[in-house]
Antibody
Framework: QLQLQESGPGLVKPSETLSLTCTVSGVSISSNIFYWGWIRQPPGKGLEWIGARSYSGNTHHNPSLKSRVTTSLDTSKNRFSLRLTSVTAADTAVYYC????????????WGQGTLVTVSS | QSALTQPASVSGSPGQSITISCTGTSSDVGDYNYVSWYQHHPGKAPRLMIYEVSYRPSGVSSRFSGSKSGTTASLTISGLQAEDEADYHCSSYTTSNTWVFGGGTKLTVL
């Protein structure tokens, strides 16, 4: 059974970099038919797609966040990561890691999410 | 990219049917049949319920169905059950090769 689990600091200071990792079990991330990505939900708001990357290095990102976002894959540990630079209070959210199945354009698996608060 | 528009809340009694709408634009819902619906119980991982407008993943009850007309997609849940109470989110792929989501709808089973 495919499982995704987010990990990382729950508190980040303003202007610093938010870093999260998603560990995948049940399937290898070394496949070009999937994208591995991130979605967030600020408190009381809807979901916001951040971006994703495939094993071959193809990426697509939310234009509003693209300049601050870096995604990467670590196939040796079957995990992938998100870096979001220059964070502000507006980046406070529950962050979810997800799998996108590119064959029929669906986001089919999600992690449980991790709350990241931006505060001094 | 603007978010898709969903009602903030809907409610229904056990056994009844409810429909949640999801309105987008010609750049997302109106242009692609890549609309999905997710069920989200707080504290748990969101679950894919419908993809490509009307397809159900394996294991999803046939009480859940999806449709689309123009720039509006809909999720219908028939025979409401207590465990259906959750937040429901719609999403669509866009002509900019991005994903856009709705604001979410809280379903209350009375």
């Amino acid at each position: 059974q495919l499982q995704l689990q987010e990990s990382g600091p729950g508190l980040v200071k303003p202007s610093e970099t938010l870093s999260l990792t998603c560990t995948v079990s049940g399937v290898s991330i070394s496949s070009n038919i999937f994208y591995w990505g991130w979605i967030r939900q600020p408190p009381g708001k809807g979901l916001e797609w951040i971006g994703a990357r495939s094993y071959s290095g193809n990426t697509h990102h939310n234009p509003s966040l693209k300049s601050r976002v870096t995604t990467s894959l670590d196939t040796s540990k079957n995990r992938f990561s998100l870096r979001l630079t220059s964070v502000t209070a507006a980046d406070t959210a529950v962050y979810y890691c997800v799998r996108e199945y590119s064959a029929n354009y669906k986001i089919d698996y999600w992690g449980q999410g991790t709350l990241v608060t931006v505060s001094s | 990219q603007s978010a898709l528009t969903q009602p903030a809340s809907v409610s229904g009694s056990p056994g009844q049917s409810i429909t949640i709408s999801c309105t987008g634009t010609s750049s997302d819902v109106g242009d692609y049949n890549y609309v999905s619906w997710y069920q989200h119980h707080p504290g748990k991982a969101p679950r894919l319920m419908i993809y490509e407008v009307s397809y159900r993943p394996s294991g999803v009850s046939s009480r859940f169905s999806g449709s689309k007309s123009g720039t509006t997609a809909s999720l219908t849940i028939s025979g409401l059950q207590a465990e259906d109470e959750a937040d429901y989110h719609c999403s669509s792929y866009t002509t900019s090769n991005t994903w856009v989501f709705g604001g979410g709808t809280k379903l209350t089973v009375l």
